[in-house]
């Protein structure tokens, strides 16, 4: 069983449309995390969140939002997609705070 | 500022060879954990190891081996009699006690283990 997974692998969508990212872990976990790793391989966190609590970076800006419907889904919605949302993003959960992290395969979004 | 760091863009080796791939960090910090990451050329985002801040032991898994050293703050990685399916981008995460819990990557570091 894949412990994190994300729905789609790949995105491509035009600018100004608005998409979403689904992920979903098995581990049951407690926190659960949006990374994004742009195209020269830097990773960098976009949000985290468990069930009381969200943190956003506060240089993502708010066309993204995170929807969890539930401790083991946490979803990433992108509104009004610009060409420099193109990335590939990563969904993560751990279980304890300082625990390791584990990431699902995640979802190559390309904005034409 | 970076709170970690990777000076190595790239290394290139040789199969049969060692090699180490060098990681500092910074943090105020008191307790924080410390991780290594491997991104084969698939893309996935693959664990390998996590410290505390209070175990400075060094650790052996297989070929692979970690120095932990809170003087330098450095969290160094070697990989011994290194493989093809070494090759990959290696990144070094820090997680700070306080704080929202992510990992802070550094740029990574990408090993080509050549035939």
Request: aromatic residues 12%; hydrophobic residues 30%.
């Amino acid at each position: 069983d894949t412990a994190v997974s994300q729905t789609p692998k790949y995105l491509v969508t035009q600018m100004g449309n608005d998409k979403s990212i689904k992920c979903e872990q098995n581990l049951g976990h407690d926190t659960m995390y949006w990374y994004k790793q742009d195209s020269k391989k830097f990773l960098k966190i976009m949000f985290s969140y468990n069930n009381k609590e969200l943190i956003i970076n506060e240089t993502v800006p708010n066309r993204f939002s995170p929807k969890s419907p539930d401790k083991a889904h946490l979803n990433l919605h992108i509104n009004s997609l610009e060409l420099g949302d193109s990335a590939v993003y990563f969904c993560a959960s751990s279980q304890v705070r300082g625990g390791e992290q584990y990431f699902g395969p995640g979802t190559r979004l390309t904005v034409t | 500022a970076q709170k970690v760091t990777q000076a190595q863009t790239e290394i290139s080796v040789v199969e049969k060879e060692d090699v180490t791939l060098d990681c500092v960090y910074e943090t105020r910090d008191t307790t924080y954990y410390l991780f290594w990451y491997k991104q084969p050329p698939s893309g996935e985002l693959v664990f390998l190891i996590r410290r505390n801040s209070f175990d400075e032991q060094n650790e052996i898994s297989g070929r692979y081996s970690w120095n932990f050293q809170k003087s330098t703050s450095s969290f160094n990685f070697t990989i011994t009699a290194s493989q093809v399916v070494d090759s990959a981008v290696y990144f070094c995460a820090l997680s700070e006690e306080t704080g929202a819990n992510n990992l802070f990557f550094g740029t990574g570091t990408r090993l080509t283990v050549i035939p």
